[in-house]
């Protein structure tokens, strides 16, 4: 069984910062790639940041040059550094991994933590 674990959302004014983690748990499984997706209250799910396997990183435009995504392979962490942040970065923040297992290619879901940036 694979499970991602979040933690580090919480309140902050606009112009704030904050980091989000996510620790990968499980045995037996490759990563083929992670990410981190939001979901804006009345709104779909969509991609933030997301980091392959060898290291390369893709952002949307909405964030670029304020958030920041990175990993930490030895703990199977993945991180969201978030600045300047926005009202409309308040979202739930989920983080994402594809992982091949057993032959086989899976995506897994954290359980969201909620940001929310006061104007």
């Known amino acids: 069984q694979v499970q991602l674990v979040e933690s580090g959302g919480g309140l902050v004014q606009a112009g704030g910062s904050l980091r989000l983690s996510c620790v990968l748990l499980?045995?037996?499984?490759?990563?083929?790639?992670m990410g981190w997706y939001r979901q804006p209250p009345g709104k779909q799910r969509e991609l933030v940041a997301g980091?392959?396997?060898?290291?390369?990183?893709n952002y949307a435009d909405s964030v670029q040059g304020r958030f920041t995504i990175s990993r930490d392979s030895a703990k199977n962490m993945m991180y969201l550094q978030m600045n300047a942040l926005k009202p409309e970065d308040t979202a739930v923040y989920y983080c994402?991994?594809?992982?091949?297992?057993?032959?086989?290619?899976?995506?897994?879901w954290g359980q969201g933590t909620q940001v929310t940036v006061s104007s």
């Open positions: 980091i392959t396997s060898g290291g390369s990183t």
């Open positions: 499980g045995r037996s499984f490759s990563i083929n790639s």
């Open positions: 994402n991994v594809n992982v091949r297992r057993y032959a086989r290619d899976s995506d897994y």
